[in-house]
Structure formats: structure tokens, C-alpha cells
């Protein structure tokens, strides 16, 4: 069984930055595609971005390209987003989930809160 567990949400200024990490536990993901989702409240989930395997293929929800980094490391069973210039419409619950590809994920975490004020 494998466990993923986020952390690094907070409440930031509008334009300031978090970096989230996801510590995968129970298992090693390191063949395993990586994906962070958000979720706003009275809004369905959403997808925010996605790595590979390897972390050579990166990709992006058009709202936050160019702002958000999603990176990887492996060796320490972690995955990690950086979120710069942040806007108040990307408060919400962020998710970790991991996957065989990027469109089928198998694993979530338990969502870190993100909030972003005015």
C-alpha cells in the first residue's frame, strides 16, 4: 500500500509564493507519473500539473503556466510544486496523486489547504 502526503499550504498574500511537497510513503513512485489537483469550494477538482517519471516531461493547466513549477525527486520518494505570483483564485485544497499515466492516477494524499488573500 502506498501513501502520499502533502504539505506546505498556507495563507499568502496575493503575489507571494508556497512550494508544496508530497512525500510518498509504502511504496516507491519512482516509475510512477506525479500530479498535483486542486479543488475551490462549490468547484469540481481540477487538474494543475503533472510530471513523469523521470521528471524530463512536465505539463500544465493553462491558468497556471509560467507561474507554477511542478519538480521531482526520486531518491527521496518526493514530488514538489512552486507557485509563484499567486492569485487568490488559486486558493483551494491541493492534492498529490500518482499514476501509471497521466490521465489514471491510483494514489491520492489528504489535500493541503492553500489560501490566497487580496
Known amino acids: 500500500q502506498g501513501q502520499l502526503v502533502e504539505s506546505g499550504g498556507g495563507l499568502v498574500q496575493a503575489g507571494g509564493s508556497l512550494r508544496l511537497s508530497c512525500a510518498a510513503s509504502g511504496r516507491t513512485f519512482s516509475t510512477y507519473a506525479m500530479g498535483w489537483f486542486r479543488q475551490a469550494p462549490g468547484k469540481e477538482r481540477e487538474f494543475v500539473a503533472a510530471i513523469n517519471w523521470s521528471g524530463r516531461t512536465t505539463a500544465y493547466a493553462d491558468s497556471v503556466k509560467g507561474r507554477f513549477t511542478i519538480s521531482r525527486d526520486n531518491a527521496k520518494n518526493t514530488v514538489y510544486l512552486q507557485m509563484n505570483s499567486l492569485k487568490p483564485e488559486d486558493t483551494a485544497v491541493y492534492y498529490c496523486?500518482?499514476?501509471?499515466?497521466?490521465?489514471?492516477?491510483?494514489?491520492w494524499g489528504q489535500g493541503t489547504q492553500v489560501t490566497v488573500s487580496s
Open positions: 496523486a500518482a499514476g501509471t499515466t497521466y490521465s489514471n492516477y491510483d494514489y
